[in-house]
T-cell receptor
Framework: AQSVSQHNHHVILSEAASLELGCNYS??????LFWYVQYPGQHLQLLLK??????LVKGIKGFEAEFIKSKFSFNLRKPSVQWSDTAEYFC??????????FGSGTRLQVQP | NAGVTQTPKFQVLKTGQSMTLQCAQD?????MSWYRQDPGMGLRLIHY???????DQGEVPNGYNVSRSTTEDFPLRLLSAAPSQTSVYFC??????????????FGDGTRLSIL
């Protein structure tokens, strides 16, 4: 069965610092990859997604992610974080099954 | 433009009580699912449905029942609540489509505490 690993459980950054959150998955076939964000007190929102084509995908609010097939990774990046980026971030994988498999989440805290 | 609506937003139950978490979507999505979110565990799939009259178990189905009598509604039932079911519950929906690349739309969540 597929699994998703997010190794950074809690990340604390200062504003303007660069961000990279790791996401690795275990599945040998074709995957669709997602990053979701959950701001405090709000529901999950789709940040970006990869289906095929250019492995570097851009999402909302200046986020981007790179799919590296050989490393089974889909890391999330942002060049300069803002206080408003404080949230929990979930990586998710969609395969031939009918549901998403989520990672355990990374809590990002941005200090002003 | 309601999207996915979950009710209630908060609920406190005593052990052994039953209740139903409601989920409705107005986007004519075939696929609906229930997740629970626990600290350090991410989201885990409880049950899902690919259309009216069809349901299936997810990763953590024990203690929960679902039904899908209409496309719009997908209620989650706790027959006898246990403290281990204290969690935040999210309902999600998406188009079924011909592939797996449809993003999911999530409700606001239901925070459930079992005493």
């Amino acid at each position: 069965a597929q699994s998703v690993s997010q190794h950074n459980h809690h990340v604390i950054l200062s504003e303007a610092a660069s961000l990279e959150l790791g996401c690795n998955y275990s599945y040998g076939g074709t995957v669709n990859l997602f990053w979701y964000v959950q701001y405090p007190g709000q529901h999950l929102q789709l940040l970006l997604k990869y289906f095929s084509g250019d492995p570097l995908v851009k999402g909302i609010k200046g986020f981007e992610a790179e799919f590296i097939k050989s490393k089974f990774s889909f890391n999330l990046r942002k060049p300069s974080v803002q206080w408003s980026d404080t949230a929990e971030y979930f990586c998710a994988v969609h395969t031939g099954r009918r549901a998403l498999t989520f990672g355990s989440g990374t809590r990002l805290q941005v200090q002003p | 433009n309601a999207g996915v609506t979950q009710t209630p937003k908060f609920q406190v139950l005593k052990t052994g009580q039953s209740m139903t978490l409601q989920c409705a979507q107005d986007m004519n999505h075939e696929y609906m699912s229930w997740y629970r979110q626990d600290p350090g565990m991410g989201l885990r799939l409880i049950h899902y449905s690919v259309g009216a009259g069809i349901t299936d178990q997810g990763e953590v189905p024990n203690g929960y029942n679902v039904s899908r009598s209409t496309t719009e509604d997908f209620p989650l039932r706790l027959l006898s609540a246990a403290p281990s079911q204290t969690s935040v519950y999210f309902c999600a929906s998406r188009l079924h489509g011909t592939g797996t690349n449809q993003p999911q739309h999530f409700g606001d969540g239901t925070r459930l505490s079992i005493l």
